[in-house]
């Protein structure tokens, strides 16, 4: 059985998903996706056909937590063979990140139907039209779970390699960033046939730029025998491991120069 050992953590964050590879020998970087929940809220006004509503919307953004392990192994016989992992939350979950608030015009006809989807910044989509509701309604509240597109990049350099080897991270995560489309149509599809519809898109930047998490300067360290193996792999807060872990050798070979 392992042993794990808990780091507490200065404030930081960063995040979360599938693919992972290593780059050389001390930088590890991973692409993935973040789980998130989304939550947009809308008001419009104005709802005539010239110049069109006047939609204002705001976002707020929680993601979900990540940790990174650092993991120490001696393979000689005069040490224990058992690994010693070292945790650190770099990404607390249930930040809430608020995204700008934004106004947008959108004139199709009186009174239009409205939905909104939510895309990546490469436009791919991360949600189905979600239906809002005739603008005259006024105020409308959509939420979302998504899975935001991720990339974290860590140095990982040793600063001791004796019997009590210290292992620090210096590196950070980018989240999004996040666009949107809110659609407007005259009529609603089951009330009407394709062609008798007429529609207009607004395309919003609901998080205009990446989200950008450094890692926590914080090191790790462990009681083991001299120039362990070093790894490094990255955990969802609940558990649910991204990727494979990184195998980065011996670590002298990632000792400060």
Known sequence: MKKVLTLAVVTAISLVGLLGNAWAAGQVKKTFDLPASLTVTLDATACSAAPGPQVTLQGDLVLAGLNTEVIFRNPGPQV?????????????????????SQNIT???????????????????????????????????????????PTDATADVVASSCSSSPTIALDGATAVGPLTGKVIFRSNAPENAPPGQIAQTVSEIAIQPTALSFPFSAQPASANGGNNPLISVRFRMEDGTLIGSEERLGRCSSIAAQ
């Open 80 to 100: 224990s063979n058992e690994p010693i992992v070292v945790e650190q939350a770099v990404v607390p979950g249930g930040q809430h990140q608020n995204t700008p």
């Open 106 to 148: 959108g004139g199709v006809s009186n009174n239009p139907y409205m939905w909104l989807q939510i895309l990546d910044s490469k436009g791919r989509t991360l949600t189905s039209e979600m239906f809002l509701g005739r603008c005259d309604q006024g105020h409308f509240i959509a939420t979302a779970q998504i899975h935001v």
